[in-house]
C-alpha cells in the first residue's frame, strides 16, 4: 500500500505543518488524511505543553469531536502499551510519525502528572457550538440570556412567529406603524409574502446584522452598488485581449451609427461615437452594455451570423455595393466571436452586466429601502423576545451572546482574560464552515496574540486552521467560504496564517482522482473571488494505483425514472457480483429522486439501508401495528377501526367499508350496527371457507361490538 512518503511534493506540506511554533492554514481535499495531520499537529503541541488545556481543538459536529478526541486518546493508549509498529514493525509511514509524537506526548504527561487515561476531560476537543454555549454559561449576566437557552437546529418557526410581531406593529402609534405599512404596500399588501422575506432576513441574519449600524446612509449603500457595477465591468475587462479592442469599438461604431440612423432604441448606440475601448468606471456603463449586446443574444448565448440582423445594427444592405460592405462588417463580427466562443468565463462576465443594479436608488425604492432598514432590528428584537419565551434559541443567537461575554478590544472580560491566559493554541477543523460571527469569535480568542518575531523564529501562540474551500456549496448554517479565502489572503486578526496545501488522495483509485481533476477543473471558476465566495479547483494527486471501470456514465433523458431505477438496481447487483461482501452507495439529489430506486431495489430482492430516507413510520406493517395500537387504545377513534378492518389481516373491500360506515354518522357504534347482517352472512360462512380474512373481520367485529373485550384486549397487552 503507498503511503505518505511516496508523495513528495506533499510530505514537505505536511510535516511544515507540525511546526508548533508557527501558524498555519491548510487547504486539505476530501481524502487528503487531515484529521491524522490535525491529530499528530495536536500531539506534538501536548508534548511541548505546560497543562492539556492550553490546546484548544475546535470542530463543526459532534462526530468529528468525538472522532478526533477518540483517535488522540487511541494514539496515546497505544504508545502507553508500547504496541509494535504492526505486524513485523510495518505501520505505514504517517502512522509511524503519529506514534512517535504520542510517545514523545506520553513522556511530558509522565513528567507532568496529567493522567490523561483517567482524565480525559482535559483535552478540550469541542464543537464551536459547544464552546459559545459554555461562554455563556459562564456569564449568564453579560450573555443577556439568564438560564441557559436549548439550541435548536431549525429554528424557522421561532423566525416566522418573529416576523409576524414585527407586522403586527402596524397597530401601534409610532414611526414603526408607518414603517409597516410602506413595507406592505410595496408589496401589494400581501402579509404572507411579507412575513416570508422577513423570516429569511432572520435566519441570515449573521450575514447582514453586522453591518446594520450606519447602514441607513443613503451614500455608502449607493457607493456599494457602485463598487458591484465596477467589479463587474473589470471583470468582463480583464477577459477581453487587448489585442481584438481596436475592433470591438470600430464594430460599436458601425452598428451604433446604423441603430441611430433607424431610430431604434439599443445599448449599441451608446458605441455609435465612442473613440476608445471604455474604461472600466462608470462613466463606460453605457458602452459596457453595447458590447454585451454585440457579443450576446438575450438569453446570453454566443451571437451566431444568422442573427446578426438590422435589429442589432448590421442592416442587409439596399444594392449590391451596399450588400457588400454588409457583408463585410457581419464576417468581421462573426471572426470576432469564433475567436471568443470558447471562453465561457467572459460569456459569464459579460451576460451579468445587463443585469446589474443601477448604480443610484430612485426616491421610491430609498423611500422602501429605509423603511425595511428601520424595521429589521425591530425583527431582531422581537426574534430576542420570542427566544427568551420559548426557553430557545439558534446557533447564531448563541454565537452571538458567546461574543457578548468576551467584551471587546479595549474592555475585556474577565472570561476573555481568563481564557487569553489558558489558550496557547487553537486548532479549528473544517474551518470552510465558518460564520461571520464565528469567525469574529475567533478572532477575540486570538486578540492580543504575539506574531513571529523579526528573526521569522515563530511564536508561542499559534493557529491552526484547516478545511476545504471546494466543499462548501452547502453553506452549512451560514457558513461563508469567503471567510476562508479572506483568512488564507489576509491573515485572521493579527496572526499572519502561512498557507498550505494537501494534494495527495489516500480514499480514491487514480482513475477516480483523475476524472475528477479533469472535471471540476472545468466546471469550478478559474480564480478564487472573496467577494462572491467563488473557489477555483485544486487537484488531488492519486496515492492508489488505478482500477478498470474507474467511472462510467449512463445518461437517462425524457424523466425515465423507471428505466433508470432498473438500472440503478442492475449495477448494484453487478457491483455485489464482483465484490462479494462490499457494500454500495448511491447518491441523489434529494429524497424523491428515490421514488422509482427504492422499490426497484426491493423488487431485485436487494437488501439496502436507508438512513433518514425511508421513514419508518411510512412502511405499511408499521402503519398497521398503529391503527390496531390506536384502536385497542381508544374505542371510538373511527378512522383506526376503519384502517384495521382494510389492513391485510382482514382485507375488507372500500364497498364493504362504505357499506359498513357510510351512514354512520362519524362514530364506531354505526359501524358495529351496520356491520351486523354483513358479518351475519361471515358467520354463516364460516364452515365454508378457510379465508383467514374473514375470521380476522369477524373478530374485529366482535371488539367492535364488545367494547369490555377491548379493554380486556388492551389490559392484556394484546
Known amino acids: 500500500m503507498s503511503t505518505v512518503s511516496d508523495v513528495p511534493g506533499d510530505i514537505d506540506a505536511r510535516r511544515r505543518a507540525l511546526d508548533a511554533s508557527r501558524s498555519f492554514i491548510v487547504q486539505a481535499p476530501a481524502g487528503s488524511g487531515k484529521t491524522e495531520l490535525l491529530i499528530q499537529r495536536y500531539l506534538v503541541l501536548l508534548s511541548l505543553a505546560n497543562e492539556p488545556e492550553e490546546i484548544a481543538a475546535i470542530t463543526f459536529t459532534r462526530k468529528a469531536a468525538a ?39 506520553l513522556d511530558r504527561e509522565r513528567a507532568r502528572g496529567w493522567d490523561l487515561a483517567h482524565n480525559a476531560s482535559r483535552l478540550r476537543i469541542q464543537t464551536i457550538d459547544a464552546l459559545c454555549a459554555s461562554l455563556t454559561r459562564q456569564m449568564p449576566v453579560l450573555s443577556a440570556f439568564g438560564a441557559q437557552p436549548e439550541s435548536i437546529d431549525d429554528a424557522r418557526s421561532l ?40 423570516t429569511a432576513m432572520l435566519a441570515r441574519r ?25 467589479a463587474a465591468r473589470a471583470l468582463a475587462a480583464s477577459m477581453l485581449p487587448s489585442s481584438v479592442r481596436a475592433q470591438i469599438v470600430a464594430l460599436l461604431n458601425y452598428a451604433g451609427a446604423n441603430l441611430e440612423t433607424a431610430g431604434k432604441e439599443s445599448p449599441l448606440r451608446a458605441g455609435s461615437n465612442l473613440s476608445a475601448f471604455p474604461d472600466a468606471d462608470e462613466s463606460g456603463h453605457a458602452a459596457w452594455l453595447g458590447v454585451a449586446e ?37 464576417d468581421r463580427l462573426s471572426a470576432l466571436i469564433a475567436g471568443l466562443d470558447e471562453s465561457e468565463a467572459l460569456r459569464d462576465a459579460l451576460h451579468a452586466l445587463p443585469g446589474l443594479p443601477a448604480a443610484r436608488y430612485e426616491e421610491r425604492q430609498w423611500q422602501v429601502l429605509a423603511a425595511i432598514l428601520r424595521l429589521m432590528p425591530l425583527a431582531v428584537a422581537q426574534l430576542k423576545l420570542v427566544f427568551a419565551r420559548r426557553g430557545q434559541a439558534d446557533f447564531v443567537e448563541i454565537a452571538q451572546r458567546a461574543l457578548l461575554c468576551l467584551g471587546g ?52 501562540r499559534t493557529l491552526f486552521l484547516v478545511g476545504d474551500p471546494m466543499q462548501s456549496i452547502y453553506r452549512f448554517r451560514e457558513a461563508e467560504v469567503g471567510l476562508f479565502l479572506k483568512a488564507r489572503r489576509e491573515g485572521l486578526g493579527g496572526i499572519a496564517l502561512e498557507p498550505l496545501t494537501l494534494s495527495a488522495n489516500f480514499r480514491s483509485q487514480a482513475g477516480i482522482v483523475d476524472w475528477v481533476n479533469a472535471s471540476f477543473a472545468q466546471i469550478m471558476p478559474p480564480a478564487d473571488d472573496i467577494a462572491t465566495g467563488a473557489v477555483r479547483y485544486a487537484p488531488s494527486m492519486a496515492v492508489h494505483e488505478p482500477r478498470a471501470g474507474a467511472v462510467g456514465v449512463h445518461a437517462h433523458f425524457d424523466d425515465d425514472a423507471a428505466g433508470e431505477a432498473a438500472l440503478v438496481a442492475r449495477l448494484v447487483q453487478e457491483a455485489g457480483e464482483k465484490h462479494p461482501g462490499g ?28 438512513i433518514e430516507i425511508e421513514a419508518l413510520g411510512h412502511r405499511q406493517a408499521v402503519q398497521d401495528l398503529y391503527a ?13 377501526w376503519l384502517a384495521l378492518l382494510r389492513a391485510p389481516w382482514c382485507g375488507l373491500s372500500l364497498a364493504d367499508l362504505h357499506a359498513l360506515a357510510g351512514t354512520d354518522g362519524g362514530g364506531t357504534s354505526g359501524i358495529a350496527e351496520n356491520s351486523q347482517d354483513l358479518f351475519g352472512e361471515i358467520a354463516d360462512q364460516q364452515s365454508q371457507t378457510e379465508s383467514s380474512h374473514l375470521k380476522n373481520g369477524l373478530s374485529i367485529w366482535e371488539a367492535i361490538c364488545d367494547p369490555g373485550r377491548t379493554a380486556r384486549l388492551s389490559a392484556d397487552g394484546a
Do not use: C
Open 159 to 198: 423566525f416566522r412567529e418573529a416576523s409576524l410581531a414585527t407586522l403586527g406593529l402596524l397597530d401601534e402609534e409610532d414611526a414603526s406603524a408607518g414603517d409597516v405599512a410602506l413595507f406592505l404596500e410595496h408589496l401589494d399588501n400581501n402579509l404572507d409574502a411579507a412575513g416570508e422575506l422577513i
Open 294 to 330: 454585440l457579443f450576446l443574444t438575450e438569453k446570453g448565448t454566443w451571437r451566431k451570423s444568422g442573427g446578426l440582423t438590422k435589429n442589432i445594427g448590421f442592416p442587409a444592405g439596399e444594392d449590391k455595393a451596399g450588400k457588400a460592405v454588409a457583408k463585410q462588417w457581419k
Open 206 to 230: 449573521d450575514h447582514w446584522l453586522r453591518n446594520l449600524s450606519g447602514a441607513g446612509e443613503r451614500e455608502s449603500l449607493e457607493d456599494a452598488l457602485r463598487a458591484v457595477r465596477a
Open 583 to 610: 457494500t454500495t452507495a448511491i447518491l441523489v439529489r434529494n429524497r424523491g429522486h428515490l421514488r422509482a430506486i427504492v422499490p426497484a431495489l426491493r423488487e431485485a430482492g436487494l437488501s439496502f439501508r436507508a
Open 409 to 460: 478590544p479595549e474592555a475585556p472580560t474577565d472570561l476573555m482574560l481568563a481564557l487569553d491566559y489558558r489558550i496557547h493554541h487553537l486548532l479549528v477543523d473544517e474551518f470552510q464552515d465558518t460564520s461571520f460571527t464565528q469567525f469574529a469569535l475567533l478572532e477575540k480568542l486570538t486578540a492580543g496574540w504575539p506574531a513571529e518575531d523579526e528573526a521569522g523564529r515563530g511564536s508561542e
Open 67 to 105: 472522532e478526533m478526541k477518540n483517535r488522540v486518546l487511541q494514539a496515546l493508549e497505544e504508545a502507553r502499551a508500547n504496541r509494535p509498529d504492526g505486524e513485523g514493525g510495518d505501520l505505514p509511514a504517517h502512522q509511524r510519525l503519529t506514534r512517535r509524537h504520542a510517545l514523545a506526548a
Open 628 to 640: 390496531l395500537t390506536r384502536a385497542i387504545a381508544h374505542q371510538e377513534d373511527r378512522v383506526a
